[in-house]
């Protein structure tokens, strides 16, 4: 069965300070990655989508950028975080189209 | 500007009562899902509609696909408390299928 892991769970972090959240999916082969980031009771926002190796879009200009060095591995940073950079991150990984998306437990980033 | 506008954002009802949840675009989507999130926790899938028009049950909570695949409703029967929760449409971008977007949610909190 397919599963995906995403770290840390939470993470305090102080202005200025790098960023790498780090997503591994496992049961299955060239899947969609997807980052998320989602303020508090809202919708998800795609920061970026991934579909294959190397190959990175992204949906937002913003400080954060992402790599996928791996076929089953997502990686999110930042060089300098911001304030406004807080939230909850959300790593998933798809299928084909109109396939259920499947999530990572999510990161609590605050950033100090 | 949201691709999947929910409505309402926010509903607080008593126990035993019925609600319906709207998500509308103004494009034509080959399939939406329903997901439901808990408090951080990544969402989990309820259901896909498909086909314009198409009704789905499951147990308490119907879902519609609207005839021209704008739009979708998730109506629940007799809400209990373990409703409680973040509903979420989504689906594949109809102008690029490796896009996957959610609608701005809807926060429903049932009382006991």
Not at chain 1, 83 to 112: H, P
Not at chain 2, 57 to 85: E, W
Request: aromatic content about 12%; hydrophobic content about 35%; charged content about 15%.
């Amino acid at each position: 069965s397919q599963t995906i892991h995403q770290w840390p769970a939470t993470l305090v972090q102080p202005v200025g300070s790098p960023l790498s959240l780090e997503c591994t999916v496992e049961g299955t082969s060239n899947p969609n990655l997807y980052w998320y980031r989602q303020a508090a009771g809202r919708g998800l926002q795609l920061l970026f989508y991934s579909v294959g190796i190397g190959q990175i879009s992204s949906e937002v200009p913003q400080n954060l950028s992402a790599s996928r060095p791996q076929d089953r591995q997502f990686i999110l940073s930042s060089k300098k975080l911001l304030l406004s950079d807080s939230g909850f991150y959300l790593c998933a990984w798809k299928g084909g189209g109109g396939t259920e998306a499947f999530f990572g437990q999510g990161t609590r980033l605050t950033v100090v | 500007t949201q691709l999947l506008e929910q409505s309402p954002q926010f509903l607080s009802i008593q126990e035993g009562e019925n609600l319906t949840v709207y998500c509308n675009s103004s494009s034509v989507f080959s399939s939406l899902q329903w997901y439901r999130q808990e408090p951080g926790e990544g969402p989990v899938l309820l259901v896909t509609v498909v086909t314009g028009g198409e009704v789905k049950k499951l147990k308490r909570l119907t879902f519609q696909f609207g005839d021209a695949r704008k739009d979708s409703s998730l109506h629940i029967t007799a809400a209990q408390p373990g409703d409680t929760g973040l509903y979420l449409c989504a689906g594949d971008s109809p102008y690029n299928f490796n896009k996957f977007y959610f609608g701005s949610g809807t926060k429903l909190n049932v009382k006991p």
